[in-house]
């Protein structure tokens, strides 16, 4: 299936301990998360993709449901898939190692990069996690500088979201 084909289905999460979310769902899995406050960010993400929008609360239900589980801390791991033919290549490679980092654990952007076979590209997974589509089900809040801190977040309130992320899955930061 090419992009130009794409149909996109969105819904609301509203009142999640993160504030109000919109996601966006193709029927090949999750294609995109974005905070309401930041609302245009993800219209402009769509527009890129040449989608067709609509809305269905079959096939997003299940989504909105496990994503909500996971902030309730009544989750770890989702069982929905994610639609990875919508991101470019190297975004794709870097964000499915992001992806399987385990809930509670954490790893480099360098670690990230040698993981992928381009150790010197840890600068350039930092751009793939910063334009990180599906924040939360891939776990960009999960990559943290080499010097064990928190660099970056573009979701909801930046780095005191990752930081509330982090603690939900119970991961101390020196």
Known sequence: MTLAALKIYLTELNRTPLGDLRL?????GLVA??????????DSYLQRLKADVAENPKITAPYA???GEYLKGKRRVFTFPIDWLTLKPFQRKA???????PYGETRTYAQIASQIGRPRAYRAVGRANAANPMPLAIPCHRVIGADGKLHGYGGGDGLP?????????????A
């Open 24 to 28: 966006a769902v193709s029927e090949q």
């Open 33 to 42: 998360v974005g905070w309401a406050k930041s609302q245009r960010r993800l």
């Open 65 to 67: 449901k496990e994503i």
């Open 95 to 101: 964000l499915q190692a992001v992806y399987a980092i």
């Open 161 to 173: 979201t990752k930081e509330w992320l982090l603690l939900l899955e119970g991961v101390t930061l």
